[in-house]
């Protein structure tokens, strides 16, 4: 670290969330399969119970495929306001050890407490003092992730799932990278990991004993990325002043399409995912980009700025197809679409920079 002093970063990442919060306001789903989101015909799983996890169910995935997989599945209506509500309140928590605090969404967020406001030495019993508290305030559950840098940080709070902490010090750094699955690197997702797993890439150590330039050249600018994080190194700040960019899905299809109504459809759980987010964090954008990647990789966006912010799920829907509808007829077949959200209100700078969510 260019500062000569090592940092010392807490992930805190809230138990199953919205689906804990029905369950502490409802006694009668406690212990019962619970899945927060609608069960319509296209209606994804916003957040999941650890009852219902045990069956497969997890969040984004369809609900009709959720009921399949736990027929007793509950379906709870999302309570946003009340979820903001609550993050507030953990908000405080965190603001009474460090003034650097990077939320990720109302559930999770990093804390440098390099130096923290109440002189704990350890950021282990930093840690354990805001879970505490935020289980004495809010009578939920929070784990905890503690290490020297962001990457190993989030990775040590998955790691004592549910309602644990789990300390990555700079000594264990390497060896607990090189074992772990590329799949369970956080920011590699499905696509990303069986490219990885084609090339011959399946661990952390598998990736080490890469060079930069072959990381670079098969996975261009995230190829620098993770061929440091593979060595356990991240030099990113904890950023209390990010200002959100966008936020956008996209998915790459099997089969290139080429019928509107075919697109239609594959835009539905994008336009889910976008507004679940948007929910999530708050955030209140004018701006409906749609992202179009032909068969011969082509790729071209239409956007559209409304005079107010998109006020529900309907409307992105409404502006989203609207914009495929003015592309046709088209002259070549479609293997991607994206949409995505900006333009967001100067309320929202205390965001991450972008978020992207492939499917």
Not at 36 to 60: P, Q
Not at 317 to 332: R, Y
Request: charged share 25%; hydrophobic share 40%.
């Amino acid at each position: 670290m260019n500062e000569g002093r090592q940092r010392k970063i807490i992930h805190i990442d809230m138990d199953a969330f919205y689906a804990s919060v029905e369950q502490r306001d409802n006694p009668d789903l406690c212990g019962k399969p619970v899945a927060v989101g609608g069960f319509r015909e296209r209606g994804v799983v916003a957040a999941a119970s650890y009852e219902a996890r045990k069956f497969g169910v997890r969040s984004a995935m369809p609900s009709v495929t959720a009921k399949r997989q736990c027929p007793d599945l509950i379906f709870v209506k999302p309570r946003f306001e009340v979820y903001k509500a609550i993050s507030q309140q953990i908000r405080e928590i965190f603001a009474e050890h460090t003034p650097i605090i990077e939320p990720l969404s109302l559930d999770e967020a990093y804390l440098d407490v390099t130096v923290n406001l109440q002189g704990i030495p350890l950021a282990r019993d930093v840690a354990l003092a805001i879970r505490a508290k935020i289980k004495e305030v809010t009578d939920l559950n929070a784990s905890a992730g503690i290490s020297y840098n962001k990457f190993l940080a989030k990775l040590a709070s998955d790691h004592r799932k549910p309602n644990g902490q789990y300390v990555i010090t700079p000594e264990m750094g390497l060896a607990f990278v090189e074992n772990l699955p590329v799949g369970k690197f956080h920011g590699i997702g499905p696509a990303t990991s069986a490219k990885m797993n084609s090339l011959g890439l399946y661990t952390g150590l598998d990736m080490r004993n890469q060079s930069l330039d072959f990381m670079q050249e098969n996975f261009g600018k995230a190829g620098a990325y993770y061929y440091w994080i593979s060595r356990g190194v991240d030099d990113r700040e904890v950023r209390a002043d990010l200002v959100r960019k966008s936020i956008g899905a996209e998915n790459t299809f099997p089969n290139d399409l080429s019928e509107l109504n075919a697109m239609v459809t594959e835009l539905q759980p994008l336009i889910d995912k976008v507004w679940r987010h948007c929910e999530e964090k708050d955030t209140h954008g004018r701006t409906v980009t749609l992202k179009v990647k032909f068969a011969d990789f082509e790729l071209i966006t239409r956007s559209r700025t409304l005079a107010n912010a998109v006020g529900g799920r309907d409307e992105l829907q409404n502006v989203s197809v609207d914009l495929l509808k003015m592309l046709f007829p088209m002259q070549k077949a479609v293997r991607l679409l994206g949409v995505s959200v900006s333009g967001f209100a100067a309320e929202d700078i205390h965001r991450p920079k972008q978020i992207v969510l492939a499917i």
